[in-house]
């Protein structure tokens, strides 16, 4: 551990901010009772995230997006289940031409984006940072400015707790 502290103290939006000011690269995590977040930040930018728990997977977010249909994702499953031929369900899916590699990459994203507006609502835990710590094996990774990811975290934490 590198760094570390209480998200009572500095929340998860503080700690966002502090990795991208001090252009840190490596890997940011955050630790509650009941779940486990990680961030991975290079020169300071956000480039992937992934939480433990309650994480919608992949196959049903494509579905909530229109883009597979329930069928291909179950003919799939059928077919990666037992075989794993395909290495993972995302490119098992390109693979059977149900998905391109921009809607892949585009979902992912997404889920990675869900991941930093869950936590921005965090008040209890810890974080740690691990210097020099990247994503092995993750060949989608993201491209959006940190603060507006914030913004909108907020924005939706806001919009959350006085529903109009």
Do not use: C
């Amino acid at each position: 551990m590198d760094l570390g502290g209480d998200l009572s103290i500095i929340e998860p939006s503080v700690a966002f901010q502090i990795m991208s000011f001090a252009g840190l690269t490596g890997e940011l995590k955050l630790v509650t009772a009941d779940n486990v977040a990680s961030f991975y930040f290079k020169e300071g930018g956000l480039i992937y995230a992934t939480i433990d728990t309650r994480r919608k997977k992949l196959g049903r977010f494509l579905i909530e997006k229109g883009w597979i249909t329930e069928e291909q994702l179950n003919k799939v499953l059928r077919e990666y289940a037992p075989k794993e031929k395909y290495g993972r369900i995302g490119h098992a899916l390109i693979a059977r031409g149900y998905l391109d590699y921009n809607s892949l990459a585009s979902a992912i994203q997404e889920q990675m984006k869900e991941v930093v507006y869950e936590v921005l609502s965090w008040k209890k835990g810890q974080f740690i940072f691990f210097k020099g710590i990247l994503p092995q094996d993750e060949d989608i990774l993201l491209d959006v400015k940190l603060d507006h990811l914030i913004l909108e975290g907020l924005k939706r934490l806001d919009e959350a707790k006085d529903p109009q």
